[in-house]
């Protein structure tokens, strides 16, 4: 755990969304880098099998059962992590829906305020909890997951593109804010990948003809590296 490519050695980084797709993929590769990863997803037992995964590496994990949609849980979650580690080094926010797709003026209600807490409102209440971790890290580092409908629109995908415009313009307010901080923020749009989102929006498609979410962490190590520099900038992995 403490070779030359151990770039994370001793960061604490949290992952919502991280049960499985993406945000476990980057969960193992983080542990592969020497981090201990604090992972929130509301399953528990794809939790318990995420965090055998990282014993089997030689890491560690804290596991956190939650829904993002629950804000009070966030914000008990952020007091925990100050009581244990005194701050956040690295916070990966992962965890989405996407709602069925259908023309805007059909959306219903509650589906659309349903997509809107998950994919952002729960990330800014988990800046709002955060931001003070992430400023007792000497780099701070918050990477937000989008994707291309949030900034070239697509007939029916309502709610989901809507939400990630959102989320981008989120991101990079509070990049603009925190410029003259040891904290760097930044999105990745990992492009087509190997999701349960994915196959939810295109349910006929071949999946192994999709990249494996295995395939993009190494953009995700990159952002959350303490000499990272980029800040307030969006990688497209398209």
Same mark, same amino acid.
């Given at each position: 755990?403490?070779?030359?490519?151990?770039?994370?050695?001793?960061?604490?980084?949290?992952?919502?969304? #991280?049960?499985?797709?993406? =945000? *476990? !993929?980057?969960?193992?590769? @983080?542990? %592969?880098?020497?981090?201990? +990863?604090?992972? $929130? /997803?509301?399953?528990?037992?794809?939790?318990?099998?995420?965090?055998?995964?990282?014993?089997?590496?030689?890491?560690?994990?804290?596991?956190?059962?939650?829904?993002?949609?629950?804000?009070? #849980?966030?914000?008990?979650? =952020? *007091? !925990?992590?100050?009581?244990? @580690?005194? %701050?956040?080094?690295?916070? +990966?926010?992962? $965890? /989405?829906?996407?709602?069925?797709?259908?023309?805007?003026?059909?959306?219903?209600?509650?589906?659309?305020?349903?997509?809107?807490?998950?994919?952002?409102?729960?990330?800014?209440?988990?800046?709002?909890?955060?931001?003070?971790?992430?400023?007792?890290?000497?780099?701070?580092?918050?990477?937000?997951?989008?994707?291309?409908?949030?900034?070239?629109?697509?007939?029916?995908?309502?709610?989901?593109?809507?939400?990630?415009?959102?989320?981008?313009?989120?991101?990079?307010?509070?990049?603009?804010?925190?410029?003259?901080?040891?904290?760097?923020?930044?999105?990745?749009?990992?492009?087509?990948?190997?999701?349960?989102?994915?196959?939810?929006?295109?349910?006929?498609?071949?999946?192994?003809?999709?990249?494996?979410?295995?395939?993009?962490?190494?953009?995700?190590?990159?952002?959350?590296?303490?000499?990272?520099?980029?800040?307030?900038?969006?990688?497209?992995?398209?």
């Amino acid at each position: 755990m403490n070779g030359p490519a151990d770039r994370l050695r001793d960061r604490i980084a949290l992952i919502t969304g #991280a049960s499985r797709g993406i =945000g *476990a !993929a980057v969960a193992r590769e @983080f542990v %592969r880098q020497g981090a201990h +990863v604090i992972v $929130a /997803a509301r399953t528990q037992g794809a939790l318990e099998e995420l965090d055998d995964e990282i014993k089997d590496l030689g890491g560690s994990a804290t596991l956190v059962p939650l829904d993002v949609t629950d804000f009070d #849980a966030l914000d008990r979650m =952020g *007091a !925990a992590i100050f009581e244990r @580690f005194g %701050r956040i080094d690295i916070l +990966v926010g992962n $965890a /989405a829906v996407l709602g069925p797709l259908t023309p805007m003026h059909q959306v219903d209600p509650a589906i659309w305020q349903q997509t809107l807490d998950t994919n952002v409102t729960a990330n800014w209440r988990l800046l709002r909890s955060c931001d003070p971790l992430l400023r007792a890290s000497d780099a701070g580092r918050v990477i937000f997951v989008t994707a291309d409908v949030g900034h070239r629109p697509k007939a029916y995908w309502g709610a989901y593109a809507v939400s990630k415009a959102a989320l981008e313009v989120l991101a990079r307010t509070y990049a603009a804010e925190v410029q003259k901080t040891a904290i760097k923020v930044n999105l990745v749009d990992p492009g087509p990948t190997r999701t349960r989102l994915r196959e939810s929006a295109y349910p006929g498609e071949n999946a192994r003809t999709v990249k494996d979410p295995d395939s993009v962490v190494g953009t995700f190590v990159d952002l959350a590296d303490p000499y990272c520099i980029r800040n307030g900038e969006m990688v497209s992995l398209v």
